[in-house]
């Protein structure tokens, strides 16, 4: 099994769909804790990304991660472009040449990507950012190779953002009143990780 670039279209698709649908439900996080934005950034960003892989559709894993990287960071204003655009332009750099993904290979893209955030955003886990999501997921995806168990791992570290106070982002300037809401990267991030469990490697 592996994820050619239509299966990893299949999973950035998905996401654009996720986030147009889940525009409200992330502002309202984001409202609670932040400045009501993260969704709408989202929706903007991917539905660029969606503009420009119809006009060029990338030929491999790699220029589609690069592509991904460069629109977010381009078109999403907000803290999650930066950070979501270098998670895509550090994977991309693994996926090298190669035409195809293997499940390993892929582990190896999403935790450079990881690796990418952190050295923009400076976040470890626990400090109520889309990290507490990612970085149990990608380290489940890389040692058990199971996408269920990496989803799981995503909405147990999402939740578990709940009665944090957040140390990095808009949300660490409440302070004590950012306790008893879910972190709105973190969620984005399970939405985007449910995607990629349902892309259909070949
Ligand atoms: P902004 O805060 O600029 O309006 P968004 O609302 O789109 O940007 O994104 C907010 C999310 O970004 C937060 O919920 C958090 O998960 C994530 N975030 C913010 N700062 C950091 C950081 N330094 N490292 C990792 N994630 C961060
Ligand atoms: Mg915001
Ligand atoms: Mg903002």
């Not at 999973?11 to 769909?17: N, S």
């Not at 390993?104 to 990418?116: F, I, P, S, W």
């Not at 306790?179 to 070949?202: K, Q, R, V, Y």
Request: net charge negative; charged share 20%; glycine share 10%.
């Amino acid at each position: 099994m592996a994820y050619a670039v239509a299966s990893l279209m299949q999973w950035i698709t998905c996401a654009e769909e996720q986030f147009q649908s889940h525009l409200a439900e992330l502002n309202a996080l984001d409202a609670a804790i932040g400045d009501g934005d993260h969704g709408s950034n989202l929706a903007r960003g991917f539905a660029k990304v969606r503009e420009k892989l119809q006009a060029n559709p990338p030929e491999t894993p790699a220029s589609l991660f690069k592509l991904v990287g460069m629109t977010l960071i381009s078109t999403v204003g907000g803290a999650s472009g930066p950070l979501y655009g270098s998670f895509f332009l550090e994977a991309g750099k693994i996926a090298g040449e190669q035409k195809e993904l293997d499940n390993a290979t892929l582990a190896r893209c999403l935790q450079a990507g990881l690796v990418g955030i952190q050295r923009l955003g400076k976040a470890e886990a626990g400090d109520k950012t889309m990290i507490d999501a990612l970085e149990p997921a990608i380290r489940a995806l890389t040692n058990e190779a199971d996408m269920g168990v990496a989803t799981q791992k995503a909405r147990e570290g999402r939740d578990a953002t709940i009665p944090l106070i957040a140390r990095k982002g808009r949300a660490s300037y409440l302070g004590e009143r950012a306790i008893g809401h879910a972190d709105p990267g973190a969620t984005s991030a399970c939405l985007l990780l449910n995607c990629l469990a349902g892309a259909c490697p070949t």
